[in-house]
């Protein structure tokens, strides 16, 4: 009887043994198969792509993009996820009726705020109007080559007291004119401009307007960069 006994405990620890090596077995595989999973997955995500928008020649700050010219500037690009962040622009379609608040440089990928709706320079404004500013000399237009999507600071000198008041801050330039009157575009160094069409709010134009009576025009560009 006691051999028996002792029989039946061995086929027991036996059987338990092979259970538990089961168990073990089942543990090492689940773990290998988690890990392949992950393996698989990073695999998987270096060749996931994704289309986002690339600039394919150097667009001027300040340039306006249309529906039809948007080809000349941007395509439609493939790159790795990784690269394809949440501020990415994904379609061209999305900047018609923009305008480039710096400088895009080729190969590089439109992000938001690189472009900005026209109409949104506008909200900005209670009674937003276009109006003309002109300086009485090429001098009085300071601190750098002003353009279209430039921001300026606008003063005027009293002509006797020599005070300078300063009457409108942080302006955007819709267009930028020399004394003839030819419009100046980025890349066009050499020209000063003392015309101006800027966007202004109605009240401080006014205010502008009875300032200048009193002396000279001062226009300061403002490094946005």
């Given amino acids: 009887m006691l051999k028996k006994k002792n029989k039946a405990v061995n086929v027991s620890e036996k059987k338990k043994g092979v259970a538990m090596k089961l168990v073990g077995s089942l543990l090492v595989a689940t773990a290998l198969f988690g890990v392949l999973l992950g393996v698989e997955k990073n695999i998987m995500s270096s060749y996931e792509k994704e289309a986002v928008v690339l600039c394919k020649t150097d667009v001027p700050k300040g340039t306006k993009i249309t529906e039809e010219n948007v080809d000349q500037y941007f395509y439609m690009y493939e790159v790795d ?10 379609s061209k379609e999305s900047l018609y009726e923009t305008v480039a608040m710096r400088k895009i440089s080729s190969q590089e990928i439109v992000r938001e705020g690189f472009c900005v709706k026209e109409a949104e320079i506008y909200k900005a404004y209670k009674k937003p109007v276009e109006c003309s500013i002109t300086a009485a000399n090429p001098g009085d237009i300071v601190s750098g080559t002003i353009r279209r999507g430039d921001r300026v600071d606008i003063a005027v000198v009293n002509k006797d007291t020599l005070a300078y008041e300063l009457i409108m801050k942080n302006v955007y330039v819709l267009d930028a004119f020399t004394t003839t009157g030819e419009k100046l575009v980025e890349g066009n160094e050499g020209a000063a401009a003392t015309m101006l069409t800027i966007v202004e709010d109605k009240d401080n134009y006014a205010k502008f307007c009875s300032a200048r009576e009193i002396g000279n025009v001062i226009v300061t560009k403002l490094e946005t960069e």
């Fill in 81 to 90: 996820v990784a690269l394809a962040k949440d501020d990415c622009i994904k």
